[in-house]
T-cell receptor, first 111, second 115 residues
C-alpha cells in the first residue's frame, strides 16, 4: 500500500486566494483526519470523518475553512480566502480504528 | 482525555537504550497510553500503545507503572534515525464510539541521538 497520499506537497499562494488540499486515505480505513502544525500551536486536529461523515469539526478555525469527503478514497480541505496566518503544514491521516497513519503533509505558505 | 507531561528534550548515545518518560497522573481507567514520533519534516508515526500491561513490538517497549500514572517508552538500541519528537498521548478507547479516533498532541520530547 502506498500509504496516505497528499497533494500538493508544497503550495505558495497570495493572500485572498483559494487553496485546496487533497488527501487519499489508505484503502479500507474508515476514519480520516485533518491536522495543522505550526511552531506556535503544535499539531492540532481540525476535523475528522467516519465513513465519509464529518464527526467533529470543533478544531476548524473559522468559516474560511471547509472540508469534504465525497467518497471513501478522497477528501479535500479548502481555505477561502487564505490569510498569511494560515501558513502551516497540513497533515491528513487515516485509521481503521485505533492507529492513525499520517501522510507526508502539505506545506502551505500564504504571502 | 487526560493531560500528559514530558521533558522537552533528551539526549542519548547511539547504540544505547533511550528511556523516554511520561507522566499522566489524571489518567482514567478506560484510557490508553499511546506513543507517536515525528521525524523532521515527516508526518507522525505510530510506535506503540498500552492500557496497563507492558507492551513490546519491533520498534519499542512500553512500561506502564502499576498505578498507571506514568509510563516509559524504551528504544532498546537507539540509532541516529531515531532522532525525532516523541509524543505521549492518553486517549479513551471505546469500541464503536464516535470518539474512537481523536488524538490530542502535546509538545512532546525531542530526542537527539548522538554518535
Amino acid at each position: 500500500d502506498a500509504g496516505v497520499i497528499q497533494s500538493p506537497r508544497h503550495e505558495v499562494t497570495e493572500m485572498g486566494q483559494e487553496v485546496t488540499l487533497r488527501c487519499k486515505p489508505i484503502s479500507g480505513h474508515d476514519y480520516l483526519f485533518w491536522y495543522r502544525q505550526t511552531m506556535m500551536r503544535g499539531l492540532e486536529l481540525l476535523i475528522y470523518f467516519n465513513n465519509n461523515v464529518p464527526i467533529d469539526d470543533s478544531g476548524m478555525p473559522e468559516d474560511r475553512f471547509s472540508a469534504k469527503m465525497p467518497n471513501a478514497s478522497f477528501s479535500t480541505l479548502k481555505i477561502q480566502p487564505s490569510e498569511p496566518r494560515d501558513s502551516a503544514v497540513y497533515f491528513c491521516a487515516s485509521s481503521p480504528k485505533e492507529t492513525q497513519y499520517f501522510g507526508p503533509g502539505t506545506r502551505l505558505l500564504v504571502l | 482525555d487526560a493531560k500528559t507531561t514530558q521533558p522537552p528534550s533528551m539526549d542519548c548515545a547511539e547504540g544505547r537504550a533511550a528511556n523516554l518518560p511520561c507522566n499522566h497522573s489524571t489518567i482514567s481507567g478506560n484510557e490508553y497510553v499511546y506513543w507517536y514520533r515525528q521525524i523532521h519534516s515527516q508526518g507522525p508515526q505510530y510506535i506503540i500503545h498500552g492500557l496497563k500491561n507492558n507492551e513490546t513490538n519491533e520498534m519499542a517497549s512500553l512500561i506502564i507503572t502499576e498505578d498507571r500514572k506514568s509510563s516509559t517508552l524504551i528504544l532498546p538500541h537507539a540509532t541516529l534515525r531515531d532522532t525525532a519528537v516523541y509524543y505521549c498521548i492518553v486517549r479513551a478507547y471505546t469500541h464503536g464510539s464516535s470518539n474512537t479516533g481523536k488524538l490530542i498532541f502535546g509538545q512532546g520530547t525531542t530526542l537527539q541521538v548522538k554518535p
